[in-house]
């Protein structure tokens, strides 16, 4: 007899389900099962003895029968419950998809989502996610990386929280030694994070979900699907949450309110538009970062470093109430694939993102060396008067990826692709009086600011950015059945650097650059769970546009130009990797190796007996080691992880500073050549256990950062730590139009640690020393840190209609 649709549905479906051998790779049940036992049901773990596992090809999408009561398998290619997936790109890729990302906090950003991957160093600010954080990864940092959404450039990780809630999120990606060739960055020499948001879903219905946590944190979130509109192919979804909570040291409040939007439309032919927008606004009250005898003082009990709640107009810096950022960012992204005929295919990725807003301190002003007046026409002030100092920020950010393909047989695929960036940074900077009771006035009202000759004090007025075109060609081959890959690519950027400060006579300083970027990997396929795989290519970091500006010569009485103006950040990087899975476990071996020329480094520096703050280039740097990752799929419903990386790197240079020699200031070189280098530590590590029976579920997660460098002497030593987390919930029968109610508990940070988690300002030295030359050069200051928030938790329901 032969089978009906539905029938043929549900055999495939059986055949894969008495297959599928504790693994994590997806959930089977009918529609009236999952509603009876209540939102996800219980893996698949019954095995067949007629047909080898290994030997059966699972599909890369669901499966479904169209027909009768509908079944569907989907696959996930995911172990550690999430924290690992299996990867098949011909270079090093670290992944957690969508089942680790809906057990953790939903004020979690895309940088607390990562930090148990074995390349990546974490430090955030708080446990709202409010503040962001950053992170360091093979001895460089986020500012080295290129930071995407949908895979187009976004702001730092310092500001991850204003790209997307973590509902919308499906999976985060660490690519922590390469970038694709078609990528749009131009900061990539630590590689990629790339999150990509979720597809729209077919259906209508929607998801809501409250928190409430310590720190007098609440949220809340509600996304509605639209499903199919009409026969138009076009679905969509619209988002919104808003949350607030309390700093967890100090006074002050931080508040965020964000919107996602997401809409796709499929074509018959494959082609498809794929549309992402967000909005996000916020207030945040920032934090002080503590040296290191400050943050002992403060854990034995001998002191604090943070604001004060109430306000002293002798001391206006200190209080909490003139010290915040007022901050909105609007990005918006529509890829466009278009199947073309004759095998061919058109790519378009436009984007822009939109940053701006103001941030701002309190701090005396002193009108007896800075004659100035309040208002255009006010009266002349004098003495230590209480004032806000505001940066006014605008950054424009748009660009667009095009790339023709061409498919010259069932082997080869040859890309021709150019790429435009634009980004320009200006900022003003304002001063206003405050009020005698500590408030701020707001900016730009003209009556509280500070004028000098009827114009409006700034003593910084400017913009900065660059032009960038790139140009790349990309070719992938298939051979052996698909078992041996092989990616080449050259491109090859062309980029204009500007900056200008307006508030001087300072002349418009611009710089051309061309970087050519190479890269080759090639991966083969050994057997069904064996793969390895090498890839070298050449990355770049474009320094700070703002590195341009020029110094005044007071003996000339001139501006001349910044003689320590940084050139492009260069690395050759090799990896060579391993991978390993089957239907137990999966497993990635990767060593590494990085020679970097004009490392990058924020420093300040004497120019004609001036001190500047600035970006230079502090000679070249090795850095080598490997990661390895090994995760298990369910068993007995515990999905077990584990990750280690092994750093070793090495200052090849000495870093340029200034001393005093026989009375006078002198240019002079650190010896720091043969150093370790700053926020590289020899060891990361994480263990991961998480648990999920369909109804029941948790995972905990462990990391361990060793000892780590603060300065380039190697003379201040952050110790190595520990960070810790719990998450547990319970999966609800569904009821009416209710689905899936979910109650879940996430706890940071079990064992009440007050530890040190990262560097937020590096300095040369820590102590006086002696240069190359025999100058003598004074200490440059003291490191400040990120500090681990203590103890913590939040609680969240949510339901699904």
Request: net charge neutral.
């Amino acid at each position: 007899m032969v089978p009906t649709k539905t029938q043929h549905g549900r055999f495939v479906a059986a055949i894969l389900s008495s297959t599928i051998l504790f693994c994590d790779y997806g959930y089977a049940a009918t529609h009236k099962q999952a509603s009876r036992k209540g939102g996800v049901p219980a893996n698949v773990r019954k095995t067949s003895h007629s047909v080898a596992p290994q030997r059966v090809r699972h599909p890369s999408g669901p499966v479904k029968s169209r027909a009768g009561e509908e079944i569907m398998v989907a696959v996930n290619r995911a172990g550690g419950g999430g924290m690992m997936r299996h990867e098949t790109a011909p270079r090093a890729v670290q992944t957690v998809t969508k089942r680790y990302i809906a057990m953790q906090n939903p004020t979690s950003t895309a940088l607390d989502l990562v930090k148990n991957l074995p390349s990546v160093s974490v430090s955030a600010n708080d446990s709202s996610g409010i503040l962001g954080g950053t992170m360091n990864i093979r001895s460089l940092t986020d500012s080295d990386m290129g930071i995407l959404l949908n895979g187009v450039p976004v702001a730092t990780a310092y500001y991850l929280n204003q790209n997307v809630d973590s509902e919308n999120l499906d999976h985060v990606s660490v690519t922590p030694g390469s970038a694709a060739i078609n990528l749009p960055v131009t900061t990539a020499a630590a590689g990629v994070m790339d999150a990509g948001t979720i597809t729209p879903d077919h259906k209508f219905g929607g998801t809501t979900d409250f928190s409430y946590g310590s720190n007098n944190m609440s949220r809340e979130f509600l996304r509605v699907n639209s499903g199919d509109i009409g026969n138009s192919g076009v679905r969509g979804y619209l988002s919104f949450s808003h949350e607030h909570a309390r700093n967890w040291i100090g006074p002050g409040t931080n508040e965020r309110r964000h919107l996602d939007f997401g809409a796709r439309k499929d074509f018959d032919n494959g082609s498809y538009i794929d549309l992402f927008a967000s909005w996000n606004h916020q207030f945040t009250s920032m934090p002080l970062y503590p040296t290191a005898q400050q943050f002992l003082d403060k854990k034995h009990g001998n002191g604090t470093f943070t604001y004060s709640a109430e306000y002293n107009p002798k001391m206006p810096s200190r209080y909490v109430g003139l010290v915040g950022n007022m901050w909105d960012q609007f990005f918006i992204t529509a890829p466009v694939h278009v199947v073309l005929p004759s095998r061919f295919s058109f790519d378009f990725k436009p984007y822009y993102v939109y940053n701006g807003g103001y941030s701002y301190n309190g701090s005396l002003f002193n009108a007896d060396k800075v004659a100035v007046t309040q208002g255009a026409n006010g009266a002349a002030l004098s003495g230590q008067v209480p004032t806000t100092s505001t940066y006014s920020v605008y950054r424009p950010h748009a660009g667009a990826v095009a790339q023709l393909s061409y498919q010259i047989d069932r082997h080869n695929t040859v890309s021709l692709g150019y790429w435009f960036d634009y980004q320009d940074n200006q900022v003003n900077n304002l001063y206003s009086v405050a009020t005698e009771d500590g408030r701020k006035n707001y900016p730009y009202a003209q009556g509280t600011g500070l004028f000098q000759n009827g114009s409006r004090y700034m003593p910084y007025q400017g913009d900065a950015g660059w032009y960038n075109h790139s140009l790349f060609v990309h070719d992938v081959s298939r051979y052996f059945d698909n078992r041996l890959q092989v990616d080449a690519g050259f491109k090859v950027s062309m980029i204009n650097r500007y900056s200008q400060n307006y508030a001087s006579r300072a002349p418009h300083m611009q710089e051309n650059t061309v970087v050519p970027l190479p890269q080759l990997g090639i991966g083969y396929k050994i057997d069904e769970h064996n793969q390895i795989y090498i890839n070298a290519e050449g990355d770049y970091r474009m320094p700070d546009p703002g590195s341009l500006s020029a110094v005044f010569d007071a003996q000339r009485g001139s501006y001349v130009g910044n003689p320590y103006n940084a050139k492009p950040q260069y690395l050759i990087k090799e990896e060579l990797g391993w991978r390993f899975n089957n239907s137990y476990l999966m497993a990635d071996l990767s060593f590494f190796n990085y020679s970097i020329t004009n490392r990058l480094v924020s420093t300040s520096v004497y120019v004609n007996n001036q001190a500047i703050s600035t970006t230079i280039n502090a000679g070249n740097q090795t850095a080598r080691g490997f990661d390895a990752m090994v995760a298990a799929h369910p068993i007995h419903h515990f999905s077990p992880y584990a990750s280690i990386e092994y750093l070793n790197t090495s200052m090849d240079s000495n870093l340029p500073t200034t001393g005093l020699l026989n009375g006078a200031t002198v240019s002079d070189l650190l010896p720091t050549k043969g150093r370790r280098a700053v926020m590289a530590p020899h060891v990361l590590a994480n263990i991961g256990l998480t648990y999920d029976d369909g109804k029941l579920f948790g995972n905990f997660a462990v990391h361990y950062t060793s000892a780590q460098y603060t300065t380039f002497m190697n003379d201040e030593k952050m110790p190595g730590y520990f960070t810790d987390s719990i998450a547990v919930g319970y999966r609800f029968p569904s009821f009416g139009f209710v689905k899936t109610p979910v109650f879940r508990m996430n706890f940071n940070n079990i064992t009440g640690s007050f530890v040190r988690t990262g560097a937020y300002g590096l300095t040369n030295n820590a102590h006086a020393t002696t240069g190359v030359y025999g100058s003598a050069v004074s200490a440059s200051g003291s490191p400040t840190y990120y500090l681990y928030p203590r103890f913590n938790m939040t609680g969240t329901l949510s339901v699904s209609f």
